[in-house]
Structure formats: structure tokens, C-alpha cells
């Protein structure tokens, strides 16, 4: 083999080592949930982040009105409910309702894939929504 052909073959093996030590492509999405069927100043929002076999989505609720503790659901374009969200007084204001769910295939959790454009509601049926937004 010539000098040529060994510098490109090292040079090959080279960029082959480094191509494959590249870290898996990200995929991050997120949208500001705003009130469907409540009028105040209910708010929430969704980020989903996914790198290679690892995915997570956290989605929080703030300002429901009321004052007794509940459940609601997290639902995927009005159809997949992914989880449940449960709901307790905020902290700064104890007269209405904060709650958060957070999925992380991390800790053993079924975390959908999802993509911009994604429908994420919170209410209790997916065609009940009292938060959504579409990812983006």
C-alpha cells in the first residue's frame, strides 16, 4: 500500500470513529396551553424533548379555578390519554389549582413520540379540553 492510501484509509477510520461517537439527532418541541372552556387567567404549558431511546414530557397547568383537589387528564391530539395530572392549590395563590405531569422513559415511563404540530390538552376527555396547544 502506498503512503497515499494509508493516509486516506486512517484518515477513513478516523471520521468512521468520530461519525459514530456523534450524539443521537434531539427533537424538541414545546407550546403555551391556553384556557378552551374557562375564561381567567388559566394557563400551561408542554415541552417535549427526545434524543435517541430517551424521551420526556413535562406538562403543567396553572391558575384552574377552584379550590378542591382533582385529577385531570393529559391527552394527545384529543385522542391518546398519556397520563394523569394531578391537581392541588398553587402556591402563590391558594384559591386556584396547579398540577404537573412529567414522563421520562429515564425512570421506566411510556413517553409517546410526538412532533411539531402535536395537539397537547388537558381536561377530563380528550374532547373536553380546558388547556391546549399545538406543539411546535
Known amino acids: 500500500m502506498t503512503k497515499i492510501g494509508v493516509?486516506?484509509?486512517?484518515v477513513a477510520f478516523v471520521w468512521m470513529m468520530m461519525a459514530s461517537t456523534l450524539p443521537a439527532q434531539a427533537q424538541n418541541a414545546e407550546t403555551r396551553l391556553s384556557a378552551k372552556m374557562?375564561?381567567?387567567?388559566?394557563?400551561?404549558?408542554?415541552?417535549y424533548?427526545?434524543?435517541?431511546?430517551?424521551?420526556?414530557?413535562?406538562?403543567?397547568?396553572e391558575d384552574l379555578p377552584g379550590t378542591t383537589p382533582a385529577a385531570l387528564g393529559v391527552f394527545v391530539n384529543a385522542s391518546a390519554q398519556v397520563g394523569t395530572m394531578a391537581l392541588a392549590a398553587c402556591p402563590a395563590a391558594p384559591t386556584l389549582l396547579c398540577g404537573e405531569l412529567e414522563l421520562n422513559t429515564q425512570d421506566g415511563q411510556a413517553v409517546p413520540t410526538l412532533k411539531a404540530?402535536?395537539?397537547?390538552?388537558?381536561?377530563?376527555?380528550?374532547?373536553?379540553?380546558?388547556?391546549?396547544?399545538?406543539?411546535?
Open 38 to 47: 374557562i375564561s381567567g387567567v388559566a394557563s400551561g404549558k408542554a415541552d
Open 117 to 136: 404540530g402535536d395537539i397537547i390538552s388537558i381536561g377530563t376527555a380528550a374532547t373536553s379540553a380546558i388547556l391546549s396547544g399545538a406543539l411546535r
Open 7 to 10: 493516509s486516506l484509509s486512517l
Open 49 to 61: 424533548r427526545a434524543r435517541g431511546n430517551r424521551k420526556r414530557l413535562n406538562v403543567e397547568a
